[in-house]
């Protein structure tokens, strides 16, 4: 595949893929390199929780983007569903930010002061209240922030469909093609060489590997502080009696998915191990059933981990690469879930 592009971006997750799609709308020639299968790593290993309060202090330029970003869900998800054919489950429970210690109150008000500027619906609930609401809630919930908007997304269905409709579109993705080395001339990057042995010319390149961002320092010669976070998940199935919320606690969460139920996500200093671990997963179901102890009637389907790229300040590098003239950095999307 020895070929010129224009825009050439590494990595095919759920950023990568989404800037080729964004591209191709605009009718930009754009391929993407992916080292295994497209989605293989962070992007369907989340979640799916698109729940900007969480990781959001309050009001800020990281807020700016992630509340914008959100707001466009309830018009993308035709659009991509439309254009790649693939159904993305989008929908809007809302989620109910818990705690169940007396002692934890005053923080949670505090949260909700914070996140008031920001303009999404929330609605402070006693226990009881909060148990009207979603009454697999356990009897020691004390009080609860319910914001409605909250929503979710099968995470790996989103990649898909970015690849497959920046595809259909026109978009060169490939799978199984590592980078291994970047050439250049003064400050530009005028090709990329996979592992078969390729070279693939272009004009710009769009870098959106995720965790493994920091590899590029050595070739850039700048600094790209992106480490990974491991995450692991537990899909449930049961209870008899639907959960119909995302409900949120002692940083855990616990999410309906289809028949099943999502407990998420640990934060682990693994390096690049992907294992998952008896201990952890325990560890997160006990969580889970202290906020709804009906989860004891429920089965454990399985278990994965993931890595997410986490930057120092928890905020992604997007943008310009300094010093060069060409490259952009698209990584370090965290998220706090
Ligand atoms: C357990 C867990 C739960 C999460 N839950 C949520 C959630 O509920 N909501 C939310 O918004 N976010 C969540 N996240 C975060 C979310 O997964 C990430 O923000 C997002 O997937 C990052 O996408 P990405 O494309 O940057 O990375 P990735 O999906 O990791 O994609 C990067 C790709 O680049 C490829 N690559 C790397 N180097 C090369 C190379 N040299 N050549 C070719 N390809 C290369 C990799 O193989 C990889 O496929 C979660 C993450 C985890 C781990």
Not at 226 to 241: F, H, M, R, Y
Not at 264 to 269: H, I, P, R, S, V
Not at 289 to 308: M, N, Q
Not at 316 to 333: M, Y
Request: aromatic share 6%; proline share 7%.
């Amino acid at each position: 595949m020895n070929h010129a592009t224009d825009v050439l971006i590494i990595g095919g997750g759920v950023v990568g893929t989404s800037i080729a799609y964004h591209l191709r709308k605009l009718g930009v020639d754009v391929s993407v390199l992916e080292r295994e299968e497209i989605g293989s790593q962070a992007s369907s290993a989340a979640a799916g929780l698109l729940a900007p309060l969480g990781p959001l202090p309050g009001p800020g330029p990281l807020a700016d983007l992630l509340l914008s970003s959100f707001a466009m869900f309830p018009s993308l998800v035709p659009e991509l569903e439309e254009a790649s054919g693939i159904h993305l489950e989008y929908e809007r429970p809302g989620a109910l930010r818990t705690v169940r210690n007396p002692k934890r109150i005053a923080n949670l008000k505090k949260r909700m002061k914070a996140w008031e500027p920001l303009g999404l619906q929330m609605y402070w609930l006693t226990g009881e209240e909060a148990r009207q609401h979603e009454p697999l809630l356990g009897p020691d919930v004390c009080a609860a922030i319910y914001a409605p908007e909250e929503s979710q997304i099968r995470a790996p269905q989103v990649v898909k469909a970015f690849a497959k409709a920046a595809s259909n579109l026109g978009a060169r993705i490939y799978s199984h093609s590592e980078a291994i080395n970047l050439h250049r001339e003064g400050n530009k990057i005028t090709s990329v060489c996979t592992i078969q042995g390729e070279t693939i010319a272009c004009n710009h390149l769009i870098l959106a590997p995720g965790t493994w961002a920091a590899q590029y320092e050595k070739w850039l010669n700048i600094s790209i502080p992106v480490s990974p976070l491991k995450g692991q998940i537990l899909l449930l199935q049961g209870p008899a009696q639907p959960l119909k919320h995302i409900i949120f606690g002692d940083a855990t969460y616990i999410a309906p998915k289809g028949n099943g139920i999502l407990v998420g996500a640990t934060k682990e200093e693994a390096g690049f191990d992907t294992q998952v671990t008896e201990k952890e997963t325990s560890l997160l179901y006990e969580t889970a059933i202290k906020f709804v102890p009906a989860l004891r009637e429920s089965r454990r389907e399985t278990a994965w981990a993931g890595l997410r790229p986490r930057t120092p300040d928890k905020g992604p590098l997007l943008g310009a690469a300094p010093n060069w003239k060409n490259v952009t950095l698209a990584t370090g999307h965290t998220m706090a879930s």
